[in-house]
């Protein structure tokens, strides 16, 4: 199957400092990468919509101001997570579709996540 | 989007077969429903996805009634390594929208 990774797997910092997350399809174009935090035990909340060459789309009550998300490749798509607090720490996990869709018995591949601390 | 009911939890013993039913009575006609098995730190993993009747492949199978109103996944022979939350989605897979994840079931397969 295909392949999204995510850099880094695990970010520990300072609060007040920023992090930023990449995710990359490694043998695919995605046009339309989705970020999604997830706290312990629960499930996945999506957090916003990148789509590339435009705007993110977010979902409500995620502040955009905060978490930066930029999309400039079909291969790219990156979170930013700016004055980072405690309550920011959480479990990150992008996951794009393949635009030329020959995946066509899947809906979307998901990166391996990135675990941020902040302390 | 149609919203998806599953148990929050499941036991299971080594080497039985595990039928994890979901709900989706609001499914449209062009959704499709697929599930994901996620392991503690790690992202979702496609398992299978299906439209109506049964599909199966190397790792499980989808039995999806005729209403479409729910499927069950069906995991062969479980073994410690299946223990994982399990999410059953629903969506147009051509649509391009975003998977929209429920409160999953949490399998755990015991020795």
């Known amino acids: 199957g295909a392949v999204v990774s995510q850099h880094p797997s695990w970010v520990i910092c300072k609060s007040g400092t920023s992090v930023k997350i990449e995710c990359r399809s490694l043998?695919?174009?995605?046009?339309?990468m989705f970020w999604y935090r997830q706290f312990p035990k629960q499930s996945l909340m999506l957090m916003a919509t990148s789509n590339e060459g435009s705007k993110a789309t977010y979902e409500q009550g995620v502040e955009k101001d905060k978490f930066l998300i930029n999309h400039a490749s079909l291969t790219l798509s990156t979170l930013t997570v700016t004055s980072a607090h405690p309550e920011d720490s959480s479990f990150y996990i992008c996951s794009a579709r393949d635009k030329d869709r020959r995946h066509k018995n899947t809906e979307a591949f998901f990166g391996q996540g990135t675990r941020l601390t902040v302390v | 989007l149609a919203k998806t009911t599953q148990p929050i939890s499941m036991d299971s013993y080594e080497g039985q077969e595990v039928n994890i039913t979901c709900s989706h009575n609001?499914?449209?006609?062009?959704?499709?429903i697929t599930w994901y098995q996620q392991f503690p730190s790690q992202g979702p993993r496609f398992i299978i996805q299906?439209?109506?009747t049964k599909v199966t492949n190397e790792v499980a199978s989808l039995f999806i009634p005729a209403d479409r109103k729910s499927s069950t996944l069906s995991l062969p022979r479980v073994s410690l390594s299946d223990t994982a939350v399990y999410y059953c989605l629903v969506g147009d897979k051509n649509a391009g929208n975003m998977l929209t994840f429920g409160g999953g079931t949490r399998l755990m397969v015991k020795p």
């Open positions: 609001n499914i449209a006609t062009n959704d499709y």
């Open positions: 299906g439209y109506k």
């Open positions: 043998d695919f174009q995605a046009t339309t």
